[in-house]
């Protein structure tokens, strides 16, 4: 009762923060319509584990893709951590979050890598879907077919635009980090992602679900990942059925 309370009186906020220093203090837009966990304070604790992984993996020069990024929390830290000589592709199809990214990415210091903005959805085939915005946090939006409980329903119904992971190997340059982000859509993403991993197999964080973990960790696996239980990685734990970020790392 109380959440919905705050998720219906605080889904219009917007405000500017800025990340921890290790990132540049850099500035960010951000909202409690994407996550209640943006009305805490402190930006170092409102999702240790994406920034545990992006202090880790993301080194100056990467390139990086950020599908369902949200407010644009790893986006943000990743250009700073990338540097000037790094590059971020952030992929966001629900244009209202797009507004803050842009905002957010315009604001960035001429020391962290340039952001595009992609306002597109990520899936199997390139063309348009119907997507739903979630009745709770826009960070629980999803493609026609997936989400979860965690929407409490559907607030309106649009239609994105999609492209494949595939597209986007032939398109943009191949990242070095990817994070997925997808709300119960990602077996159909790594359905169509052959070519991205054929040329590159970078380091890769997906959030899964109970029905697209086995097919995920298939595909990876299938190109020489070692995969690790992502909340737990600290402790080198491997994925198991109650893994819910996966921490794919290529092998030698």
Not at 178 to 207: C, Q, S, T
Request: proline content about 5%; glycine content about 8%; hydrophobic content about 45%.
């Amino acid at each position: 009762m109380i959440r919905s309370f705050l998720e219906n009186a605080t889904r219009g906020w917007k405000f500017r923060r800025r990340l921890p220093r290790e990132y540049g203090s850099a500035p960010i837009w951000i909202t409690p319509a994407g996550g209640l966990k943006y009305l805490v304070q402190n930006m170092r604790d409102i999702d240790p584990m994406l920034l545990s992984f992006c202090d880790k993996y993301v080194k100056p020069g990467a390139v990086v893709w950020d599908i369902g990024a949200n407010v644009g929390l790893f986006s943000i830290a990743s250009a700073a951590l990338a540097g000037a000589t790094g590059k971020v592709f952030s992929c966001e199809p629900d244009v209202w979050l797009v507004q803050l990214l842009r905002k957010s990415a315009g604001l960035q210091s001429e020391n962290s890598a340039p952001i595009d903005i992609l306002p597109i959805g990520v899936a199997g085939s390139l063309g348009l879907k119907r997507f739903a915005l979630a009745k709770r946090s826009r960070a629980s939006n999803f493609l026609q077919g997936y989400g979860s409980t965690m929407a409490g329903g559907v607030r309106e119904w649009t239609t994105i635009f999609c492209v494949t992971m595939n597209w986007m190997s032939d398109n943009l340059p191949l990242p070095d980090v990817l994070k997925i982000d997808v709300e119960g859509a990602e077996a159909e993403l790594f359905g169509a992602a052959e070519e991205l991993f054929l040329k590159k197999r970078p380091v890769v964080l997906v959030e899964v679900n109970a029905g697209s973990l086995d097919f995920v960790s298939k595909i990876l696996l299938q190109h020489k990942y070692r995969l690790l239980d992502a909340d737990r990685h600290n402790e080198d734990v491997s994925v198991n059925a109650d893994t819910v970020n996966v921490l794919a790392l290529p092998s030698v």
